[in-house]
Structures are given as C-alpha cells and as structure tokens.
T-cell receptor, first 115, second 111 residues
Framework: GDSVTQMEGPVTLSEEACLTI???????????LFWYVQYPGEGLQLLLK?????DKGSNKGFEATYRKETTSFHLEKGSVQVSDSAVYFC??????????????FGQGTILTVHP | NAGVTQTPKFQVLKTGQSMTLQCAQD?????MSWYRQDPGMGLRLIHY???????DQGEVPNGYNVSRSTTEDFPLRLLSAAPSQTSVYFC??????????FGSGTRLTVV
C-alpha cells in the first residue's frame, strides 16, 4: 500500500536558520502530495500541495517540489521564525484529479524554533 | 461559517465505557473521515464516508463504529473503550478540489 516516510525529529533551529524536512513516498501511479502543519492545540491546516511531477507548492515562505524520479517532496524554508514552531506532516492521496483519495500521512516532524 | 466542529474537546473514559465523538460540518462536503493521531505514528484513517448512507473502513477500524445518516454529521462510536484507544481524534472533510478541512480534535483518555 501507499506509505509516506518523514525524516526523524524533532528538529530544533535558531530563528533565521534554513529548514529542510525530508519526505519520501511509496505509491502506485501519480499521487498528489501535501504538507500539513499543526500548531499547538489545533487541528491540521494545509500548508502547500503539488499534484504532478515537477510541480512546486509554496506558501508562507515554505516550498516543496514534487520529484517523481526520487519519490520525494522535501519541505524547505530559507529563514524560519519562532511562529513556525509546529508539527509538520507530509501526506499523499492516490492518483490525480478530484477523486476521493484517502490521505496517507507520514509520522510528523516536530519543529521548534528558538529566538 | 463554522467548517468542521468536533465535540467534545476532551474526554476521560473508564475501560469498558461507551461514548460517541461528534463531527458536524456546514460545507456540504460529501466526503467525511475520522483519523486518530498517536505520537510517532502520524494520523491513521479509522473510517470514512463518501456520502450519506455510505461508510467504509480505513486502516485501523477495530473498536469503532460509524454511521452517516445526513450529509452534515459523521459520529464515531466507541462501544467498549480500551486504553489502546487513548489518542487524539480528528474529523476531516473533503470538498470538490483537494481541500481537506480538519476539525480541532478530541483528546480522549481511557483509564
């Protein structure tokens, strides 16, 4: 079945440092890929998405590129802020289009940013 | 526009007790689902529904029941709670594009 693997956490950074959270996936066909963010005490929010190979999703200074050749969707940010402290989840849905694809999540990566 | 509303936010149960976690949405989304979140395991799908009267099992359905009598509501029932069901539960809906909307969660402790 489909699976998503994220880098081991937690990750602790100083403000303005660069961030990379690795994500690789296993899926048949052409899945859609997502990054979700969960702030303390809240539900999950969609951060960015990509629906086909070489697409780049971006939002709030975060970016991720859909790399089919390496089955990866790494999350990057050039300069993190304290307010970015949260749990980040990589996820996929099978296939493309607007099907009712079920979300499969990675295990989550806790990011803590210190002033 | 409330989105997805989950109740209660917190609950403590004794082993063997039953309860229902409520999920209501006002976005007219056909797809609704329940996930549980456990440390180091991400979110795992319990049950889902693609419309009123239609439900199906996800990855970890044992110990949970669901029904979908209306588009708006998708309750999750624990018939006989066990400590292994201690978790944070999220309801999520999906609209016509890729937009999943999550509720704020229910933190359940079974003692």
């Amino acid at each position: 079945g489909d699976s998503v693997t994220q880098m081991e956490g937690p990750v602790t950074l100083s403000e303005e440092a660069c961030l990379t959270i690795n994500c690789t996936y296993t899926a048949t066909g052409y899945p859609s890929l997502f990054w979700y963010v969960q702030y303390p005490g809240e539900g999950l929010q969609l951060l960015l998405k990509a629906t086909k190979a070489d697409d780049k999703g971006s939002n709030k200074g975060f970016e991720a590129t859909y790399r089919k050749e390496t089955t990866s969707f790494h999350l990057e940010k050039g300069s993190v802020q304290v307010s970015d402290s949260a749990v980040y989840f990589c996820a996929l849905t099978p296939g493309g289009g607007t099907s009712y694809g079920k979300l499969t999540f990675g295990q989550g990566t806790i990011l803590t940013v210190h002033p | 526009n409330a989105g997805v509303t989950q109740t209660p936010k917190f609950q403590v149960l004794k082993t063997g007790q039953s309860m229902t976690l409520q999920c209501a949405q006002d976005m007219n989304h056909e797809y609704m689902s329940w996930y549980r979140q456990d440390p180091g395991m991400g979110l795992r799908l319990i049950h889902y529904s693609v419309g009123a009267g239609i439900t199906d099992q996800g990855e970890v359905p044992n110990g949970y029941n669901v029904s979908r009598s209306t588009t708006e509501d998708f309750p999750l029932r624990l018939l006989s709670a066990a400590p292994s069901q201690t978790s944070v539960y999220f309801c999520a809906t999906k609209g016509a594009n890729y937009g999943y909307t999550f509720g704020s969660g229910t933190r359940l402790t079974v003692v």
